[in-house]
């Protein structure tokens, strides 16, 4: 339940700030999926109760309630937030916005926008620290929230087998659970998408396993079909068999879904990347970093932008974002675009570095491009990238020349 924000500016005329605030965080937080939200007139009939945090959980029947208010002077407000844990009354998650009062819609989308993407996994954590507790047979719920809460993690194969672990657990127990079949079609094909060096897969493989995770998520689609999640595991799936216009209308329908999902942007962004759209493919990573959680730095959209900023020839942007790529995820294996980019920049010394670095990471690294997918439309650009730019690093990084190196694999949350 969000309560009404409490007006304390000390002028009576600014209350309609602090409602107008509740009622935007209360639509933005209703369309979160498997969370039932309280209704705005409800909360607001609560308002001048005298109830602690727990009175509030037993009155309205809610595991976390969301506090706030608003202060400030003539020219700013304040804004603070606290979500809280009904059963044990404590502060989960607080935050502050600063803003002007003279943009006040920009200052409601930011804590719209943060708040939506915070809190949530923050609730997520608790639920799942609970069923982890249960000593009795693990049920369907349990095992998804499990599984959720993983999801919070930066990404590693470890990590994913054990979601997958989970999802098929929850799958044996009910086998038509949509909930279920969604989250392990998103782990197959994370693997698929990210990990299939580490599962020495081939294409054909890759295929294959992408197609796995489409079937799911088509049978899903049968009883939800405008459930974000089943555009995005058939989006990642069609670009892997190479089918892009297929792909880009599926990334395009997720992100029309869930406008304000990073994963949704970043994904539509290693599409648009993949097909040679550079522009296109940092304006969708910008959107995805606008609306990144907090509790996650969004290391796949760095590393994606590292790879758009390589590709446009600016190494040194292309350094930074690889360097916040590896701080946010050491897993994230960006220390192969590291190496290219200070070779590019002609740091020879630091391209080595960064190469035996990649190389500690996968010592059997091995790539080539006789599957890749040329920039549709502009073949010869992709193939002057590769033969100027491309291999006249990969070369003087010092990596290991098996065969033909391919682009930088596209990094796509889960």
């Known amino acids: 339940m969000v309560m009404p ?25 209703s369309r979160t999926r498997d969370a039932t939200l309280v209704p705005a007139a409800t909360a607001f009939s609560l308002r001048d109760k005298q109830f602690t945090v727990p009175q509030l959980g037993k009155e309205a029947a809610v595991r976390f309630v969301l506090t706030g208010s608003v202060t400030g002077d003539k020219e700013t407000l304040r804004i603070n937030a606290v979500l809280a844990d009904t059963q044990s009354g404590a502060q989960l998650w607080p935050e502050n916005f600063d803003g002007k009062q003279t ?9 719209t926008n943060r708040i ?12 799942a620290r609970d069923s982890e507790k249960r000593a009795n047979k693990p049920q369907v719920a349990d095992l998804l929230m499990r599984a959720s809460a993983l999801n919070l993690n930066q990404q590693t194969l470890t990590n994913n087998q054990t979601m997958e672990a989970l999802y098929r657990q929850a799958l044996a127990l009910e086998p038509d659970n949509v909930s279920a079949q969604l989250g392990l ?7 698929a998408a990210n990990f299939a060096r580490e599962l020495k897969l081939d294409q054909t493989a890759r295929i294959a396993l992408a197609k796995q995770a489409a079937d799911l998520a088509e049978k899903a ?25 297929g792909s880009l209308l599926a990334a395009k329908r997720r992100v029309e879904l869930e406008p304000r999902s990073a994963g949704g942007h970043n994904n539509l962004g290693v599409l648009l990347r993949v097909m ?12 995805a970093l606008q609306y990144a959680s907090p509790t996650r730095p969004p290391a796949e959209t760095y590393s994606n932008l590292a790879a758009v900023s390589f590709v446009e020839d600016r190494p040194d942007e292309a350094i930074k974002w690889a360097q916040q790529a590896n701080q946010a995820n050491p897993n994230s294996g960006n220390y192969m675009l590291l190496a290219l ?21 996968n010592p059997n690294i091995r790539l080539d491009t006789k599957d890749d997918i040329p920039w549709p439309g502009k073949e010869a650009a992709y193939r002057k990238y590769i033969d100027t730019q491309y291999l006249p690093a990969w070369r003087l990084a010092g990596l290991p020349e098996w065969s033909r190196p391919s682009l930088p694999q596209a990094i796509l949350p889960s």
Do not use: C, W
């Open 5 to 29: 924000f409490a007006n304390q500016t000390g002028d009576a005329q600014k209350t309609y700030i602090a409602d107008a605030l509740t009622s935007s965080i209360t639509s933005d937080l």
């Open 103 to 111: 943009d006040l819609f920009a200052l409601q989308d930011q804590v």
């Open 116 to 127: 939506g993407n915070t809190i949530g996994p923050q609730m997520i954590i608790v639920a």
């Open 185 to 191: 079609a998103t782990i197959v094909i994370a693997q």
């Open 221 to 245: 689609k049968r009883v939800e079909p405008n459930h974000p999640k089943v555009y995005q595991v058939i989006a990642i799936s069609a670009r892997i068999s190479g089918d892009l216009s």
């Open 276 to 287: 040679g759209d550079m522009p296109g493919a940092r304006a969708a990573f910008d959107h």
């Open 341 to 361: 980019a200070h070779a590019r920049e002609g740091d020879q010394t630091q391209a080595r570095k960064a190469a035996a670095e990649s190389l500690r990471l």
